[in-house]
């Protein structure tokens, strides 16, 4: 069972940048799906980053493309999620999150979009202010 740990959470003002981390263990070579999501009180969950590690894309939430990059450093079992031109609206309690899923393609990244993640890290609270 995979575990996960964000990190890199904080305040910054419109139009910085930040990197959130999220360390994982107990996943090894496992296949499924991996993904940034965010939420803040009164809201539906929303993803933001989400792809297949054997798919060939990245899938980014429509309010966040162009500004946010999703990464990975396999020798240290990280994932990254590089915020750039950062907005009020993006200020949300961050997770990361996967879940085995074996698929080998192309489209790999496009299941998991609606795919029913299991494995959740506790979040990392970012803060935009203007």
């Known amino acids: 069972q995979a575990r996960l740990v964000e990190s890199g959470g904080g305040s910054v003002q419109v139009g910085g940048s930040l990197r959130l981390s999220c360390v994982t263990s107990?996943?090894?070579?496992?296949?499924?799906?991996l993904g940034w999501f965010r939420q803040v009180p009164g809201k539906e969950r929303e993803g933001i980053a989400i792809l297949h590690n054997r798919g060939s894309t990245t899938y980014y939430g429509p309010t966040v493309r162009g500004r946010f990059s999703f990464s990975q450093d396999n020798a240290k079992n990280t994932l990254y999620l590089q915020m750039n031109d950062l907005k009020p609206e993006d200020t949300a309690m961050y997770y990361c999150?996967?879940?085995?899923?074996?698929?080998?393609?192309?489209?790999?990244?496009?299941?998991?979009?609606?795919?029913?993640?299991?494995?959740w890290g506790q979040g990392t609270q970012v803060t935009v202010s203007s």
């Open positions: 107990g996943y090894g070579d496992t296949v499924g799906c």
């Open positions: 999150a996967a879940d085995a899923f074996s698929c080998f393609g192309p489209t790999c990244t496009t299941a998991c979009i609606t795919h029913n993640f299991g494995t």
